[in-house]
């Protein structure tokens, strides 16, 4: 895979696309415009790439071989944080830069990642050339909607899509031999349901009860599984994350429209992941006003919201459940005890004191737990890592229980 990275205040967003690249299991050629050096340095990218960068100064020093041909040779191309002057540039086939030159001989699919301010994007010039490599082609992500730049300016279209949107657009678009890490599409024709995020419990209409879950784990798991070809349901609470496409996102604020969803979506699904940090009590009453002010202590009376993955255990069929749990103390144990309680086929567990792996974290270190007691401790990964473990292990048990029905009928 080539990976052009262009002269845009989102080129410091590369190394974390790079790296995602490389998680799944594509190995990259990197080229950096000399535009993009100005916003990112050559060493921050090749650090994420784990190799050498292409540029400018390379291509015109002495060597033996022709840069713009070796870096050509790829699968398929993504310019990340494209400019108008990148657009262009392809758009007429020129080739006075290393990007450009090298552009002109990448035999397999273009995917353009473009961002830069509205009214350059919205400009009749950039337009053309945009409808032109359409035209030719050549893919297109993004731009999004959103504020531009340290100094928002330019709020509206223009901002560039999120390094793992641009990740998985690009896993997508390579032949999956690409992926050496990947299972295929070895979830095609499964429903696959994911809650995530935290729950919101307003006490009034303006204060609620709630917890820092960024989304992020859950939000990867529903990435994992409609790269692996299922049909996917993410039933997400107020979180900070761009709904993924390519799947049904149901966004809720309260543990019980979580409820109504989820069990809604269950009702055929093949797998169901729990990996929404619930409250687990609401306000026993739900004032209609603003509560003000008084003088001294309030208490507040607050009611058990209903336990959704156990209400899913009680009536599980064929369906595999899988739970998360966040432990201080003994942890094996309360989440075994947890798997049992709620009739799920596993648990992951994990540390919220655990540096850069709780909450908010791009990584997670779990251990998987089973009713049982057997337990297995997993590498601290990425969340896209964890999530595609968790799938291969909800798949394990699946395959486990088709197999024993099959023997018992
Ligand atoms: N969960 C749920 N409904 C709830 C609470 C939790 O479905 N009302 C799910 C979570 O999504 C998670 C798992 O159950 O997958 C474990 O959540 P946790 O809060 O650790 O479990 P609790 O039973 O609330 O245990 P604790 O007593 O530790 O709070």
Known sequence: MLVIVGGSMAAVKAPSVLRRLREGGVSVNVIATRAALAFITELSLSTAADGPVGTDAAWFSPRPDALHLTLAKVDAAVIVGASAELLAGAAHGHANELALATLLSVPGPVLWVPAMNAAMWHNRAVQANVARLRDWGHHFLGP???????????????????????????????????????????????????????????????????????????????????????RVTLVTGPVNLPGPSGMAVVRINSALELRDAVVQAAQDADIVVMTAAVADYRAAELKGEKQAKVAGDVSIHLTPNPDILAELGQNKGERVLVGFAMETHAGVERAAAKAAR????????????????????????????????????????????????????????????????????
Do not use: C
């Open 144 to 230: 999004e909607v959103g504020s531009f730049g340290t100094r928002g300016e330019g709020a509206g279209i223009g901002r560039m899509a999120e390094p793992e949107d641009i990740a998985a657009a690009v896993l997508k678009l390579l032949a999956p031999a690409a992926v050496s890490d990947s299972k295929g599409r070895d979830l095609d024709g499964l429903h696959v349901v994911v809650s995530a995020g935290p729950t919101r419990e307003y006490l009034d209409p303006v204060r609620f009860i709630s917890n820092p879950s960024s989304g992020k784990m859950g939000f990867a798991v529903a990435m994992e599984a409609r790269d692996r070809g299922a």
């Open 342 to 409: 709620k009739n799920a086929d596993f648990i992951l567990l994990n540390y919220p004191t655990q540096e850069g792996t709780a909450f908010g974290g791009d990584d997670n270190q779990v251990t998987l737990v089973r009713a049982d007691g057997s337990h297995q401790d997993w590498p601290r990964a990425s969340k896209r890592q964890v999530a595609r473990q968790l799938l291969n292990e909800a798949l394990r048990v699946r395959d486990l229980r088709v197999r024993e029905q099959r023997t018992t009928d």
